[in-house]
């Protein structure tokens, strides 16, 4: 190797950029070598475009968590602007198994022994029909992702699905499996599950859990983990520790394989709180000039509540949000971590500045007359935040403003963006700068969603 060839980790570069010159430059000269032919590469050139209608298909085990993550999908996707929805295998076994009160034999661990003929058949059979539902879902209502909640555990299952899925081309397939063998983790599904599942409302709980243990023995015996060459996947190692993927380009890596791998099932609350709206933003009201004092107001606050634990700040790049983040940080630098970001600033509206009554309702994608950011602009660049925020497992503060404060609670509480936006539309939304500022903590519920809590400073 030349020394203008040299490679920009090994040392090269700095030497190469002094006179100008590109690593690529023999770029044109070499002559490419058949990579054309090479059956991956090709395979990647076709796979990089966003299919028109995604089907998510969850795998694994019963008390993996697929549920959770189903859901956790379905409201970031939601969030991000697709018409999504989740199709629960479960729910329709129940519906189907008749008995409103008294629990089905559709529910006994006898009914996922493989080796019951006449159970696997009503199984498939079962599974079969809520895919029906979902493709009738994507294709005639116009659906963006269907997420298809079931177990999904065989090779055969799974095959059958793709097969299924193959008769529509607008459609593609990608498996989200989650994988745990982990004991404690295990343990603490179940206890979960036996608790929150309808499938063991009436027993006692040790039965219940005898029952389900039963349930996933039997799954045991017969359970295959998805392989690369059964298509695209994603899959979950305990709990987010180690993500591998196959075959997922487009959205399904800028978007769904980071989140996948940010979310996890920790108990930490996310504080979100905004500064009052400047004159031209949509969430204008004539607020109190309540700016000045807010920081200290925030920093005596969570110094009130809860200092010996650590927080990750994050914090819109304007003057009085990054005054309000340090002011906090001060109070106890060794806990407390700053972050500064534009994704938290304001809305970006194009307004003249001589008008001064409120604008309209907007839609998601309206731009207002003069251009400007939309509600859906916003949230696009409000997804980074949200990954961090997800990923986070130390509590984490938001300071931001109010438009922003109420795209992300529109995440949080599965609510349309635009049905978030107005003081007027929950106490929980005026909360997020009102004339009075306060903090709106949302803290997780075990087995997903976020139970809201509004603290007056
Ligand atoms: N990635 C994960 N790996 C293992 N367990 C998880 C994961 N994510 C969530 N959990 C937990 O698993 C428990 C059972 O989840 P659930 O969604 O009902 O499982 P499943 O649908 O696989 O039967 C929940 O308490 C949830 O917190
Ligand atoms: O047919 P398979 O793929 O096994 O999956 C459907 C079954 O998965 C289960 C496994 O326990 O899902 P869930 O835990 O979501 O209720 C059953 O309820 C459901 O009948």
Not at 69 to 88: D, E, H, M, P
Not at 105 to 123: P, T, V
Not at 208 to 235: F, H, M
Not at 417 to 442: H, N, Q, Y
């Amino acid at each position: 190797m030349t020394s203008r060839q040299a490679h920009p980790e090994k040392g090269g570069l700095a030497r190469a950029s002094e006179k100008g010159i590109s690593y690529y430059e023999t770029a044109g000269i070499v002559e490419r070598v058949g990579l054309k032919d090479v059956e991956c590469l090709s395979q990647r050139s076709l796979l990089t475009h966003n299919s028109k209608k995604l089907i998510l298909v969850m795998v694994g085990m019963p008390a993996r968590g697929k549920s959770f993550i189903a859901a956790k999908l379905y409201s970031f996707l939601s969030w991000s602007g697709y018409k999504t929805r989740v199709f629960n295998v479960g729910a329709h076994r129940r519906s189907r198994g008749g008995e409103e009160n008294k629990r089905s034999a559709h529910s006994e661990a006898s009914f996922f022994d493989s080796s019951n003929l006449e159970a696997k058949a009503r199984r498939e059979a079962l599974a079969m029909e809520v895919l029906d539902s979902l493709l009738a879902w994507l294709l005639e209502e116009e659906g963006d992702i269907g997420i298809f909640d079931a177990t999904n555990s065989t090779r055969a299952r799974r095959r059958a699905v793709v097969e299924r899925c193959g008769e529509h081309p607008s459609t593609s397939v990608v498996f989200v499996e989650s994988l745990c063998d982990d004991l404690a983790i295990l343990d603490a599904n179940m206890r979960t599950k036996v608790t929150s599942s309808p499938d063991f409302r009436g027993m006692d709980f040790e039965s219940a859990l005898v029952d389900l243990r039963k349930r996933i023995a039997n799954y045991e015996k017969s359970y295959e983990p998805v392989q690369d060459v059964e298509g695209a996947y994603v899959k979950m190692h305990d709990f987010s520790s180690k993500i591998t993927a196959n075959l997922c380009f487009g959205r399904m890596s800028k978007t769904v394989v980071p989140f996948c791998a940010a979310i996890h099932s920790d108990d930490r609350p996310v504080f979100v709180t905004a500064l009052a709206p400047r004159q031209h933003e949509p969430e204008f009201v004539a607020a109190a000039d309540v700016d000045v004092d807010f920081g200290p107001r925030l920093a005596e606050w969570w110094w009130r509540r809860r200092p010996d634990s650590r927080l990750s700040v994050y914090s819109s790049t304007m003057p009085l949000a990054i005054d309000a983040a340090k002011t906090i940080q001060s109070t106890a630098p060794d806990l407390v971590t700053l972050t500064h970001t534009s994704a938290l600033n304001p809305l970006l509206v194009c307004a003249d500045p001589n008008v001064t009554s409120a604008p309209k309702r907007r839609d998601l994608h309206d731009r207002g007359p003069d251009s400007g950011e939309s509600y859906a602009d916003l949230v696009s660049r409000l997804e980074t935040v949200l990954l961090d925020i997800e990923a986070s497992v130390d509590s984490v503060l938001i300071v931001t403003h109010a438009t922003p404060a109420r795209a992300l609670r529109a995440y949080f509480k599965n609510i349309r963006v635009i049905d978030c936006m107005g003081p007027s539309t929950s106490p929980e939304t005026k909360a997020l700068a009102d004339a009075v500022p306060a903090v709106l903590e949302l803290g997780p519920k075990v087995g997903g969603g976020w139970l809201e809590t509004i603290h007056v400073l």
